[in-house]
Every structure is written in C-alpha cells, then in structure tokens.
C-alpha cells in the first residue's frame, strides 16, 4: 500500500519518481534476503548459502547503477525541485547504504567460510541470532518508512538503534572474557566479534535510510540532531 | 592551481559550481589534519590532542549540511545536465565519505581515551605511523585529483589502496600472535587492530573520492569495476 507519487504536470513524470523508489525497495528487498541468508548461513555453519550470499553481490551493485542512472536523468530532463528533489537526492544516497548493507552481509558469510573458523557454542550463536533478527526488523521498518514517507515510523526506528549498539557492546564484553580465559577462544572470538560490528554497522545504515525519510518528508537533514531534536522536527506541522 | 569552472550561461553559475568544490576541499583539508592529529595523539598518547579531535567533529558536520545546501539548490535554480550535474553528485556523494573519514578519525582518539588502553611497544606504534602515512598520502592526493579533475592521478590511488589493506593484514596478524602468546596482551591487542581498521576504513573512503572524480571526468560509475575496467575507462579519449 505505498503512497504513489501524483500530481505532477505530466504522467509520465509521476511515474518515474515512483519507478525510482520502486527499484530502490525491490533493491532493499534483495539485500534484506542476502542478510536474512548470511546469519542464517552463519547460524547453521551452511557454506553453498554462505556463497550464495557472496555471489548476490554482482547483482546488488547492478541494481546500485541502474538506480542512479535514472535518478540523473531525472534531475538532466525534469529539473525537480523541493520536495522531489529531496526524494530524488534520497533515494541515490539510500542506494549507497543499502549497497554497504549487502556488503556488510557478505562480510558475515565470509566469516563463516575463514578455514581457521571454529564453530561457536549455542550460547554464542544465541546471541548473534538475536542481535540479527533485531538488525532484520530495522532494516524492513527502514524500507517501510521509506516507501509510505512516514516520518514518525523512521523516527521510531532511529530508537531501536540503541538496543543493537547494546547487544554489540554486550557480545563484545562476553568474547573478551572468553580470550581473556583461554587463548584458543582467540580465533573463534574474533569471527564472532566480527559478525556483531558487521550487524551493528547495518543498524547505523538502516539508521542512514530512516534520516533519509525524514529528510524527505520535513524538509530538513536530522543527521547530526540529538533524538530530542529529531522529534521536534517529526513532530513539525503536526499539531 | 585549481582548474577553476568557467563557460556558462551567467559568471554567477560558473560562481556557484566552484564555490561547491571549494568547500569541499575545505571540508576535506579540515579532515585531513583531524586524520593527521589524531593519528599524532595515538602515537604520542597526547590525550588533549585526542579531545580536540573528538570536538572537531561538530564542526566537520557542520560543513556537511552547509555544503548539501548549496548543491540543492543549484540543482533547483540551475538545471545542471551531464558533466555539471555529475560534479555536484560527486560533491553530494564525497562529503559523506569527508564526514566518515572524520568518524573514523574521532574512533582512533577514542581509542586512546579508552581507560584500558595500555601503551603500544614502540615496533607496534611505528606499524601503525607508517600505516597511517599512507593513508594520509592517499586522503590528500585523492582531494587533488577531485580539485583537478585529474582522473589518471585518481586511478593511481586506487591502485594504493592495495598496500594499505595490506598493511591492516600485517597488522592483524601480528597483533593476533602477541594475544596468542600472552593474554595479557589482548586488550592492547584490540586497540591496535580497531585503530588498523580505521585507518583501512580511510583508506576505502578516499578511494571512492577518486572514483566519484572519474565518474565526473569521464562519465561512467566506476565503483564496481576490476582494475583492468577502471584503466580502460581512464584511457578512453585520451588517445
């Protein structure tokens, strides 16, 4: 049920904004599959989905230059202003992010297929399982707040960044004491060391995409606002 | 020695388009000392230095927004098609990795902040001097290419990228035969590789810098390429 973009002086211009932010949700909904893949590759120690995941990659990047290429044409031939230009100018920085997500993901499947990999216990992989079903939901919500333009639902994934910051800092912690314990922890802790910044560094992306909402909607880059100043913003023009 | 934009339809136009660079390189200069002091604050465990890059950021972020301002609105005022339309995408895009190399740089203070932190062996603190020489060579002549449209110059980069990955290698795994040896070692270990890691982040930031100036030069995305692609793209015409 996406908000489709009408009312422009020609049809066929109203079709190419929704073309781009159509092509940038089917590229979003790849890349959240090729994430949804690599922990569950790296859950299960599956190695052909592992490189499933890897060779995702080459059509990721191809979406990533199809996308922008319209995008410039758009501005070459429409000349947007205000609002469109705001979601044309998102949309070509939301590409990049996702494409870092899709490479954060292959970084995760990579870690599994390292030879000197040593399985993780139950416990450890527990941990990343649920610190990756957090990072899945907030990179749907992301997409959908994205595709309704819904400022309010960005915001309430921006929150939900602290939650993934926590688990990291928490797996962290935990693998230390696990080296600190017995040196052969070393390898095996750093693999899972990896795999959690690798998730959170996909939260700040998915964090990137909700500005980027926000941005279009209100009219104002809240990259570097605190989360009280961000609220004023949403809360703009709504009272 | 700038190649300075002239030709257009009006002098303010031409104006504006350079003012765009300028400010990028501003923004880039800026970071580049961030990058320099905060490696020098490391190395020294000069930790007033280290705070001072840690406040540098707000101002860092500062230039970011001021800068998308003003590309927005050319775009708006002015219709900019091909090769000036492709120069302020490239400004749009590199300011956000000026804005990274600057995060990264704050991540190698904080490193030293760390109440942990053990110092460094003096054969540890020159791996790390000679890795970050590198990248600050590349951060600088990855800026000249940008001003000067110079895209030879900017696949020459490309091309060092190589020797700094592996330097993070090296450095990766020495780090990791001292923590196998003595636990002890491991949380010293830890800030040493982060602070590795943040100097081949860099590394990755200034590389795409040049691809956005051959992307202006001549007009293809680069990003995805081999080596051999970029180099056919960079020669092309120039016979």
């Known amino acids: 049920m996406m908000n489709k973009i009408t009312g422009h002086y020609s049809q066929s211009y109203d079709d190419e904004l929704n073309e781009a932010v159509d092509r940038l949700l089917t590229m979003g909904a790849l890349v959240e599959q090729q994430l949804r893949d690599a922990i569950k590759a790296f859950i299960k120690g599956d190695r052909d989905l592992a490189l499933e995941v890897i060779q995702t990659d080459r059509t990721v990047n191809t979406h ?22 705001r979601l044309i100018v998102g949309v070509l920085k939301s590409i990049n992010d996702v494409e870092r997500i899709g490479d954060q993901a292959e970084h995760i499947a990579k870690q599994l297929l390292d030879e000197e990999c040593q399985r993780p216990t139950e416990a450890q992989l527990e941990d990343i399982e ?49 080296m600190l314990e ?58």
Chains 1, 2 share one sequence.
């Open 64 to 85: 990533e230059i199809g996308i922008e290429e319209h995008c410039l044409e758009i501005i070459a031939r429409r000349q947007p202003a205000a609002r469109d230009l």
């Open 130 to 178: 649920m610190m990756g079903d957090k990072v899945l939901h907030m990179l749907q919500q992301s997409l959908s707040a994205f595709k309704e333009m819904d400022a309010a639902l960005a915001l309430a994934i921006l929150k939900q960044d602290k939650l993934v910051d926590h688990d990291y800092g928490r797996i962290l912690r935990h693998n230390l004491t696990y």
């Open 182 to 239: 017995d040196t052969r922890q070393i390898t095996r802790g750093l693999h899972l060391i990896w795999v959690a910044r690798a998730l959170e560094r996909i939260g700040d992306h998915a964090q990137n995409i909700c500005e980027f909402s926000i941005f279009i909607a209100k009219g104002q880059n809240v990259s570097h606002l605190t989360e009280e100043e961000v609220e004023a913003v949403v809360d703009k023009g709504r009272k």
